[in-house]
Structure formats: structure tokens, C-alpha cells
């Protein structure tokens, strides 16, 4: 999963929902080792731009453009670059945290490792718990989690500290601190915080 | 990607084992639908064919009641993102399907034992009758699948997918009640090959929708 | 459309469509058993014609949705329109099913084999048009429906294949095929070839006209979206 060059690209993207413009001509080029942000007023399109960046959501017009060691990705292999969460990704309630990781990692999945971030989360001692019964925050630290465990070169994070405490922001900082070096980070945020984490970004209020 | 699909296939079991309620509504509807009509029915003697029609509607009125949850909680649930970043459509696709066989085929276990108990019917043909009730059921839950995955999306619940489903299914129910009546009879010819068409529907069905169902499933 | 294209439509609906109205209440002979009550023979097979030819183009439509990415917002109103003239075309084929039955055969209904596959056809366009206004916020609305229109254009072989024996055995009544049994003569075949021609002519000038009403409407909200 690892030592493979990623960059994306974004050319002009347009997005409107019916007769509304939420965004257009939208361009930038992201390489390893760039954090970049995406803020804006609550409206603005943040969240939509991140799904279309990661090939969930259509651009009414505009190209999203992946690049792995110089060869084009198709849009169905996006997935297997990135780690994507937000407020629409929610693990499944019904199912501890540690069944939750082990339904999304593949087959070998490295025990180590989970329990490793658990722990970082504090969440090791609920992982046998159903997420039903975890508190939004502690749901929040699920998610992150799910987005960083498979080590993915990209991580995409929509408004990734949402209800988290600031031991839970901390944590994450620490983390994200570490890695960025080495991925691609886009924060679809409002919070300062996130935004000083990152190298570079837009605005999207128009 | 077959581990996956047993991964997947594992999960969905082991929700609903936790989250009981809508499988056993599930069952239960099927359980009092029989039960219903053999009461009311009081015992009067019915030809071969009327227990037939009974039979097959009493179990598409269960499929409309219960095979459709399965993409419905996805849904309600907002699950569908997660599961579709995880796993390509194919997969989630294949999966639901193997879950929606083996959900009615346990249905049509419960309605046969039951119409048969309490309707006192006894099949002359019985390999044929246990050949056209699975392979019935196989056809009912492949259709159902792919259209209950067109309802969840549409967020209107059983009615539209009770409307949607009739139309494709009308071939399936006319086939199934035409051999069961043959083979609670005893009388005319053992028409297996209606059991081959069952099958081949089942089939054709199954093989277009994995095809078209990432056009369901996702926005691309 | 160019104006001589528009103009020979115009001819043929305005002009020679009424003609062979005429000609079919006028001018062809009352048939044998039925007399003039036949003549309703002149518009229940082209309107039955029609609704085949209709699903035929809605369900072409839709796979070329799925294939393909060129032309999806003018594939997405064809699709529609078709399967809108097509519901069309199929009520007016069963009402004037019925009255043919009523005249012939005394009853309204009489479960023939064919009666049955356009009642069939109808409930899977009703089925269509229900998914499709449930879809109604969704993004991907035209391609859920034309899914659902492909899973049903897929079951038609079976019926196909299934309807002629599953009625007598569900029903001892005989099946009555009066179509293929009347025996037509020249001036009658003449104009029930007229009008089959005619009321093909009418329904291409129709399916065009609902695509340009469509195509404007597109090309006003691309307008709008510019400004």
C-alpha cells in the first residue's frame, strides 16, 4: 500500500445541484507531502467537493484526475488510495468497534495494528462494546480510525473533529503530525486548527 | 473476493441475529398469513389448484414484507457509504443476494410445513412439489433482490416495491402454481422442465442485475 | 427539424390522417359476422402496434443510458417520453381491446393470451412511472428506472413463452384468437394498412415533438445556469 507516488489532480470542476451553482472552476494539483485545506461557510459545497474529489459525487463538470507512479487510476480503484470519513460514514451500530475494523481491513488483518490505534484513540477498552452505545465523540475516534488504519497514501477527513473533545483533537494532531510527510492530507473543515495543519487550500465562499 | 463476500455475508447475519426484529416480523408474518387462511378457511376442500394460488400468494405477500429490509436498513441506517467505500458493488451486491435466498428459503420452510399441516394437503408428487417450492423461492428472492436495492433508494417503502415487483414476478408465481397444483394432484405430467424454466429465470435475472447493479448503487 | 420534414409530418397528420379515418369508417366493407361494429379493427391494431413499438424504444433508451456516457441528457427525456406515449398507447389498446371483445364475444374481458400480455405490459409501465416519481430527489433517478425497465424487457421472452400454456390450464375456457381468424378482404386489408402507417407517422410526429418540447427545456435551464 505504501512507496507508490500519488498525485491528484483537479481541472475546473463545476458542481450544481439543479439550477444552483454550489462551486465551479475549481482547480489545484496535490503531490506527496501536501495537506490542503477546504473551508468555507456552512453551504458552501466543502463536503461535495471532497466526494467528488474522492469519486463518490459526479462534478457537474470538471475532471478529477489520479495518478499513481505516472499511470492514470480508474475512478472504481479511487478507493483503494484513500481513507475518506464524515459526518454521512457511520460504522455500523449494531457491531462492536473491533468488528467494525475487522469487516473493513483486508483479509490479514494486523490485530497489532488495530489494537495499536485503539489504544491511541482510547477506545481499547470499548471495543467490544456495539457503537450504539458510544458517545458521538467516541464514534468520531471510530471513524478516524477507519480512515487511518489501512494506511492509506491519501486521507481524506470531512470536518474530521467534529464533537471531539480536546484530548481527542490532540490525539489526532499528533497523528496526523506524524504522517503528513508521507500522504496526501484534505481537510474539508471550519476549524482554525485543522487549517494551520495544512500547507495549502481554498475557500470556497463565493 | 469470495472471502469478502463471506465477510460481508457474515456481517449481515450476524445484524440481523442482533437486531432481530425485522427478520422475525418477517416470520411471523408468514407464519400468521398461513395460519390466517387456514382458519378462515374452515377446513373446506379445496381443488389442487385453489391450494396452489394460496399457497404462492401467501408467499409473495411475505417476500414483499421482508426482503427488501435488507437494503432498507442500509439505508434508514446510513450505512451506504461506509459499506460502498469498503466494498465494491459487485460484492455488496452478491452478498445481499445470498442472504435474500437463504431469508426466504427459510420463509418458504415455515409456510410449506404450515399449509400443509393445517390445510391438511398432501403432494402426491413430493419431489417435484420440494423442487418447485425451492427453486420458486430461488427465483422470488433473486428478483427481489435487485429491486429491493431500487426501493431502498427511493425511500417509499413496501407498497412501491409491492407495485414494482408483480409485473417481473408474474411469470414466476404462474409457473410455480401451475406445478404445484400438478404435484399435489398426482394427476398429468411431471413437467420438470418448468422447473429448469424457474431456474434459467432465476438466472437470467441474477446474471443482469450484477451487472447493472453498481448503476444502483452508486452515482457513477 | 427542417421545414420540409415538418411540413410533409403536418400533411400526414392533419391532412391524411383524417382521410383514413374516414376510410376506415367509410369506405371499407363491414365484415361478415361482425358488420360494422369491425370497424373498430382499424384503430385497436395500430394502437396495439404502438404500445409494443413504444416499450421497445423506452427500453432501447434505457440500455443506451447504461452503456453509454455520450448523449445521457437527451437519452434521459427520450426514455421518458417513450414510455409516456407508451402508457398511452397501451390503455387505449385495452379500452379498445375491450370494446372489440364486448362486440365479438359478448364479455369485456375473456382472459386471452393477449389481452393478458398488454394488461401485463401496462402494470410494468405503471410499475416505471411509480419508482420513477419516488425517485424524485435522487441523482441517479433515470438510471435506478432504467434498470427496472431493462429487468422487465427481460422477463418479456418468459411470458412470451409462458402465457399460451398457462391459460389452458387455468382456464378451460378456449382461447379465442378472432384476429387471425377473420378472413380480410382487399379493401379492407388496404385500410388496415393505411392506418396502421398513419398512426405510426402520427406517433413519430408526437415522440418528436415531446423530445423538442424536452431538448428546449434542457437548453433554457442550461441558460439560466449560465447566467
Known amino acids: 500500500m505504501q512507496n507508490r507516488s500519488i498525485s491528484i489532480k483537479a481541472d475546473k470542476i463545476e458542481k450544481r445541484f439543479g439550477n444552483a451553482l454550489l462551486f465551479r472552476n475549481i482547480s489545484f494539483n496535490l503531490a506527496k507531502g501536501d495537506s490542503f485545506y477546504i473551508t468555507g461557510p456552512n453551504g458552501s459545497g466543502k463536503s461535495t467537493l471532497l466526494q467528488i474529489l474522492a469519486g463518490i459525487q459526479k462534478p457537474t463538470s470538471g475532471s478529477v484526475i489520479y495518478k499513481a507512479d505516472n499511470s492514470e487510476v480508474e475512478r472504481d480503484c479511487y478507493k483503494n488510495f484513500y481513507g475518506f470519513t464524515g459526518p454521512q460514514v457511520n460504522p455500523y451500530d449494531m457491531l462492536t468497534a473491533a468488528e467494525n475494523l475487522k469487516f473493513t481491513s483486508p483479509e490479514t488483518v494486523d490485530e497489532h495494528l488495530m489494537n495499536g490505534y485503539l489504544e491511541k484513540f482510547e477506545l481499547y477498552k470499548h471495543r467490544s462494546k456495539p457503537v450504539k452505545y458510544y458517545s458521538s465523540g467516541m464514534k468520531q475516534r471510530l471513524r478516524l480510525i477507519h480512515a487511518l488504519l489501512n494506511d492509506p497514501e491519501i486521507l481524506m477527513l470531512d470536518e474530521p473533529c467534529s464533537n471531539l473533545d480536546t484530548s481527542g483533537r490532540d490525539i489526532l494532531y499528533r497523528i496526523l503530525g506524524e504522517i503528513k510527510i508521507n500522504k496526501i492530507i484534505i481537510i474539508a473543515t471550519n476549524e482554525s486548527g485543522d487549517i494551520n495543519l495544512c500547507s495549502k487550500g481554498i475557500n470556497l465562499e463565493q | ?220 | 427539424m427542417k421545414t420540409y420534414n415538418r411540413i410533409l409530418f403536418l400533411l400526414f397528420v392533419f391532412i391524411i390522417m383524417p382521410a383514413v379515418f374516414m376510410m376506415a369508417l367509410l369506405w371499407a366493407p363491414p365484415a361478415e359476422f361482425l358488420g360494422e361494429a369491425s370497424r373498430i379493427l382499424y384503430f385497436h391494431v395500430p394502437v396495439a402496434c404502438l404500445s409494443v413499438i413504444s416499450f421497445i424504444a423506452a427500453g432501447y433508451h434505457s440500455i443506451m443510458i447504461l452503456i453509454s456516457e455520450n448523449n445521457i441528457e437527451e437519452r434521459e427525456y427520450k426514455s421518458y417520453n417513450a414510455a409516456y406515449t407508451g402508457i398511452i398507447f397501451t390503455i387505449l389498446t385495452v379500452v379498445t381491446g375491450s370494446i372489440w371483445a364486448k362486440i365479438s364475444w359478448g364479455s369485456y374481458w375473456n382472459w386471452d393470451p393477449r389481452e393478458t400480455s398488454i394488461v401485463i405490459l401496462m402494470l410494468i409501465y405503471i410499475s416505471y412511472f411509480s419508482l420513477y416519481s419516488a425517485l424524485k430527489d435522487n441523482v441517479n433517478r433515470t438510471r435506478i428506472s432504467s434498470v427496472y425497465l431493462l429487468i422487465a424487457m427481460i422477463t418479456m421472452p418468459f411470458f412470451v413463452f409462458i402465457i399460451p400454456r398457462i391459460y389452458p390450464s387455468l382456464h378451460p375456457d378456449t382461447i379465442i384468437n378472432a384476429e387471425k381468424k377473420v378472413h380480410l378482404d382487399a379493401a379492407m386489408r388496404l385500410t388496415l394498412f393505411a392506418s396502421v402507417v398513419v398512426f405510426t407517422i402520427f406517433y413519430g410526429y408526437v415522440f418528436n415533438l415531446m423530445n423538442r418540447i424536452s431538448s428546449l427545456e434542457l437548453k433554457l435551464q442550461e441558460k439560466q445556469n449560465d447566467n
Do not use: C
Not at chain 2, 449481515?12 to 378457511?41: C, K, M, P, Q
Open chain 2, 1 to 220: 473476493m469470495n472471502s469478502r463476500i463471506l465477510k460481508n455475508i457474515k456481517k449481515d447475519f450476524l445484524i440481523e441475529f442482533r437486531n432481530r426484529s425485522a427478520v422475525n416480523i418477517s416470520f411471523a408474518f408468514a407464519g400468521i398469513t398461513t395460519l390466517s387462511v387456514s382458519l378462515v378457511a374452515g377446513g373446506t376442500p379445496f381443488p389442487p389448484v385453489v391450494h396452489a394460488i394460496i399457497f404462492w400468494i401467501i408467499l409473495f405477500f411475505s417476500a414483499m414484507s421482508g426482503l427488501a429490509h435488507i437494503f432498507i436498513r442500509e439505508e434508514e441506517e446510513k450505512n451506504s457509504l461506509f459499506l460502498s467505500l469498503y466494498y465494491t458493488p459487485e460484492e455488496i451486491y452478491i452478498s445481499k443476494l445470498i442472504f435474500n435466498v437463504v431469508l426466504f428459503l427459510s420463509i418458504s420452510v415455515i409456510v410449506t410445513f404450515l399449509y400443509l399441516f393445517f390445510l391438511q394437503v398432501l403432494p402426491s408428487y413430493k419431489f417435484l412439489f420440494f423442487l418447485t417450492v425451492v427453486s420458486g423461492s430461488i427465483a422470488i428472492a433473486s428478483v427481489t433482490t435487485i429491486l429491493g436495492a431500487m426501493v431502498s433508494k427511493a425511500g417509499s417503502g413496501s407498497s412501491l416495491f409491492t407495485v414494482i415487483s408483480f409485473p417481473v414476478l408474474l411469470p414466476v408465481l404462474w409457473t410455480a402454481i401451475s406445478l404445484t397444483s400438478v404435484s399435489i394432484d398426482g394427476s398429468g405430467v411431471q413437467e420438470y422442465r418448468n422447473i429448469i424454466f424457474l431456474l434459467a429465470f432465476s438466472g437470467v435475472i441474477v446474471s443482469v442485475s450484477y451487472l447493472s447493479f453498481k448503476f444502483i448503487w452508486t452515482e457513477f
